[in-house]
């Protein structure tokens, strides 16, 4: 073992020197921005409310059935009853899957309305999906991924105690099961799937103390991150706590984050935590939040005044003793963007708009072009704005990173039907996909390539502080390298439920036979640092990554 170790250490030596050198002739691996929007498909039938990438390389995708007609068509009802009528609203999809090879879409079927709902994967990959709206609003759905095309969504008898509707949800990994929090008129959390006695309705007076009656409540949609320390995060609106959710004690409250304005529904900032790394053993915990919408944007937007946007974000270190919202600005006011993290540690912010919030027809001046974060840079060096796209994204899209390492941009639809034309923000059908330019081609010589994880013998999945092994080839010596792991998240409403990138230790690599390089990696320490399930494994070497593998932590 101490062998490795050493070995190890030289190869980190070995790449500074190697960085050092090319900084020196002036060849430093340095990544543009020349970033591609590509039309994947002009009609996905179905508005990317909510979006989440599976183990099975699909993508799910569903919105609300109370929209009327979709663009999609069914022949056959769920239950085989041929479809007759063009007005027969259940004769239309709300949910398809997304075959990311195929590029080609599927229907799906919902029994009720999953309007403005949340949801997590579960240890085993299995979504669990709650809430919606009317008698949507209590359910729990199930939908298990597969890879002959045949799974569907599965509605549960047990429902939840109280209506769901705009509430956030997040996977809790000792229960194996998931903490639901607000909602519409919704002061409390619960667990799903109920244990005897204990699953709540519980009182959360945060949700109380940061509803404003006069804007729609300004805290739907709470932004939820489980902390490595077991804890949760809970923000809303421009208020957190840590909080014990086991003992239903509050364990810090955090400083009010500055910015006239919110971050909750329908103000809809979004979040996310940085890439957490091993080497302080994940202990520091670091929750960024950007955009918002100005005081009183709800009010103005009724009457038609989009009032600008949020410009700020805000950093805090969430773990230790010594918590300040650190602030700085985007290049432009956003609002009811997506964050999402790259392989690369960096955070992509997408989708939005510049004014107003978030409610049907209550933004303008679509956010168009994507800003990519660069945590690590020095202040004011970390905002670069990327190529902007023709397509506006504003209430009700939806991103997602796939393994391949495009990023998957779709819905968008500010209509409470889906109106197609003659109005000044259309129902957005097309999907989209932002390739970035780490994965042109000028960078292959220093892609990672054919990634394969090891499992231990006679094991289905690499448990929590365990070594494994990974192989992959490289064209020439390694480069800094790095392993992350990424939790894929489910997204809706600029939530990216779940999401957490972990950067691993890797106790040696050796490059052999034909750029084979065989490499010994340590999976997190425990369930709260990676909880059990799916993740995507990338190798990113001298700042290229690899396609993603899955690897199941268990
Ligand atoms: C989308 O439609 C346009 C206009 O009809 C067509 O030119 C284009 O090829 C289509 N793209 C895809 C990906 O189907
Ligand atoms: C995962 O667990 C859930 C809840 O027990 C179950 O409904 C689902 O079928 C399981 N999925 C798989 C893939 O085993
Ligand atoms: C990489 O993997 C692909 C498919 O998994 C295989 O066809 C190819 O031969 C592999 N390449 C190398 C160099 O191992
Ligand atoms: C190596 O990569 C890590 C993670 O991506 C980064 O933090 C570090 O600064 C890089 N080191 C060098 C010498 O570039
Ligand atoms: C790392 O953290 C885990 C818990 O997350 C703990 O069990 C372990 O002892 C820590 N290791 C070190 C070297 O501190």
């Known amino acids: 073992m101490e062998r490795r170790r050493a070995s190890c250490r030289l190869l980190e030596r070995l790449t500074l020197v190697l960085l050092l050198l090319n900084r020196v002739v002036g060849r430093t691996v340095s990544v543009g921005s020349q970033w591609n929007w590509k039309l994947l498909l002009n009609n996905t039938g179905v508005v990317a409310m909510h979006m989440a990438v ?46 990311v090879l195929k590029n080609r879409v599927r229907a799906l079927h919902l029994e009720t309305d999953t309007w403005c709902s949340s949801g997590s994967f579960l240890s085993n990959g299995s979504l669990l999906q709650t809430g919606g709206n009317g008698e949507g609003s209590r359910r729990i759905r199930y939908y298990r991924p597969c890879a002959d095309n045949r799974c569907d969504w599965t509605e ?63 805290n739907l949609y709470p932004i939820l991150h489980l902390s490595s320390d077991g804890h949760l995060f809970i923000f809303a ?24 304005g919110g971050r909750s529904y329908p103000s809809t900032g979004s979040s996310v935590i ?67 993290i790259l392989p690369t540690g960096d955070v992509l912010i997408i989708n939005g708009a510049k004014r107003g919030c978030a409610g049907w027809n209550s933004a303008s001046t679509p956010a168009l072009e994507p800003y990519l974060y660069r945590p690590k840079q020095s202040v004011g060096r970390r ?81 929590n502080g365990q070594t494994f092994d990974i192989s992959f080839r490289l064209a020439s010596e390694p480069r800094n390298l790095s392993v992350v792991a990424y939790a894929p998240p489910f997204t809706t409403h600029s939530l990216s439920m779940n999401q957490r990138m972990l950067r691993l230790e890797c106790l040696s690599s050796e490059r052999g036979n034909r750029g084979l390089v065989e490499a010994n990696v340590v999976a997190p320490p425990s369930i709260y640092v990676a909880p059990p399930g799916f993740y995507m494994l990338t190798v990113v070497n001298g700042g290229i990554p690899s396609r993603s593998s899955w690897v199941k932590i268990i």
């Open 54 to 99: 599976t183990h099975h390389n699909n993508v799910v995708i569903f919105d609300q059935t109370e929209a009327g007609p979709s663009e999609y068509r069914l022949r056959h009802q769920r239950k085989g009853k041929k479809c007759r009528t063009r007005d027969d609203s259940s004769c239309y999809a709300h949910s398809v899957e997304y075959n």
């Open 383 to 463: 905002f670069q704005v990327l190529k902007q796209t023709k397509i506006s994204r504003m209430y009700h899209s939806s991103a997602v990173l796939l393994p391949d390492g495009r990023i998957l941009v779709a819905g968008g639809n500010p209509n409470n039907r889906y109106i197609l034309r003659g109005v000044a923000h259309p129902t957005e059908l097309r999907l989209q996909a932002l390739v970035p330019d780490y994965m042109s081609n000028r960078f292959d010589h220093l892609r990672p390539k054919n990634v394969t994880v090891v499992y231990p013998q006679h094991s289905t999945g690499v448990k």
């Open 156 to 218: 549960q008898k047990k429902q939840l105690s109280v209506r769901r509707w705009y509430a956030s949800s997040l996977y809790l990994p000792r229960e194996n099961g998931v903490i639901v929090v607000g909602g519409r008129s919704v002061f409390s959390y619960e667990f799903v799937p109920k244990s005897s006695g204990s699953s709540g309705p519980y009182n959360l007076p945060l949700l109380h103390r940061t509803y404003e009656r006069n804007s729609k409540g300004n």
């Open 237 to 260: 609106n421009r208020d957190s706590i840590l909080f014990d959710y086991k003992r239903h004690k509050i364990v810090k409250k955090f400083p009010t984050i500055p910015g006239n």
């Open 274 to 340: 940085l890439p957490l790394d091993h080497s302080d053993n994940f202990t520091k915990v670091e929750v960024m939040v950007c955009g918002g919408a100005a005081h009183g944007s709800y009010v103005a937007a009724q009457q038609h005044r989009y009032l600008t946007g949020l410009r700020s974000c805000g950093r805090m270190v969430i773990t230790g003793n010594h918590h300040q919202w650190r602030m700085e600005n985007m290049p432009g006011p956003r609002l009811m963007s997506d964050m999402l």
